[in-house]
């Protein structure tokens, strides 16, 4: 499946967590807010690089994104929230007549972009064998506020057999711009997690003897400073319902071999 | 000689440029806006990493930085550069009388941060050993534009012996933050530089024989932006004058390794 394939089946209808669709490529978190905000949103991003790696920002009242030419960015996601003063306000399929004419339009890097480095590496991921979203969970960890911006870290959590977590970090690492190595490993209430089975966002995934759960920053953590922060308006996905870029994963590996 | 010192002795009135000054340590690029300019030069930002990795962002009005804190951004620079509509007004030691209350500073990485780890390995750097400032030069790139601000791409040029441009490439591509990997190795002419030896910026440099001239994205970059697009007001830092952080070189190193 190409993420052009993907984007039209979103565009028709369908409705899925896209973790494993169009392997290969990038995928991203939407956050769309009327432009007077916007500057606050960049900032935050700019200061919590780890969960808010910025991919592309749109001009104002644009749905195009030079991520994948010829996308919508209101239509091509399976699944939209759409946000008032900081309260969910509905979740939608599609978002074209809600796209103000002064939405300025975030993507930002998102951890199913590595999963398929992990699975190539003989990682497995539990949340796909068990046909779940990736469970993801609000933390005891402030991010550095940016003007009227503010709130806690979000994480991603995927359940790693204990032999094979430095793997996963040095294959994570790798891509900054999709959140990087995890920001934990190990015991959840070091990040003030007190139920792995009780997530926030996304599915519980239950884990196998000898794995070890671990954290990685997470692109939901823009619309926790949404709710924190009530901005009059926004748009995001849903949590696990991202953007499928025309970007290959491998763009976002940082190499340091010589040309 | 540590930051801090370095910084007192600017404050205190000596003006030079910092390469080689408080080596192990991140330099950055300064430049400095009204607020309602500030969107505009973050996203040209983020639209242009390789020349404008930004490391901070004050808040408005603020001359203190994350980067070093104790620092002032409108003293402990050598040297300043006050523009007025895109034209150079005034080259100062110092900027307290002009900082305005809703100026927003954004701290730029600097190539002068990865000399250490080039030195390091034996790499030679003719502008130190020439005692010169490093040259640079406006490109015929141009960067793709942010809102009012658009500007061509200006590169930094060090003269590199053809056997260890390879090496050159593996140090700096480690360290993205402060502009990575080179842009172009070899013909001036491709990068439209009609002669080296008449840098737009900073000294000439000699090449030794058997050297290449190896060109990096440049944090000088904003500054050509500013000619370019005419904001009614701004300070930068005056070309290899640089603001010198608490930050040590190797925060910026990106590391794939397990942890």
Sequence with gaps: MTPEQARAAFRAGTVAPTSGWAAGFTQTNLIAVPRDWAYDVL?????????????????????????????????DLPRYRVWRHGELAEEVDDVRGLWQENLVAFSIGCSFTFETGLLAAGIPLRHLEQGRNVPMYVTNRQCRPAGRLHGPLVVSMRPIPAGLVDEATAISGAMPAVHGAPVHAGDPAELGIADLARPDFGDPVEAEPGDVPVFWACGVTPQAALMASKPPFAITHSPGHMFITDRRDSEYRVTTAAR
């Design 43 to 75: 900032l935050f991003c700019q200061r919590n690089p780890r969960p808010c790696p910025v991919l592309d920002v749109t001009d104002p009242g644009s749905t195009s994104t030079v991520l994948a030419p010829g996308a919508d960015l209101s239509r």
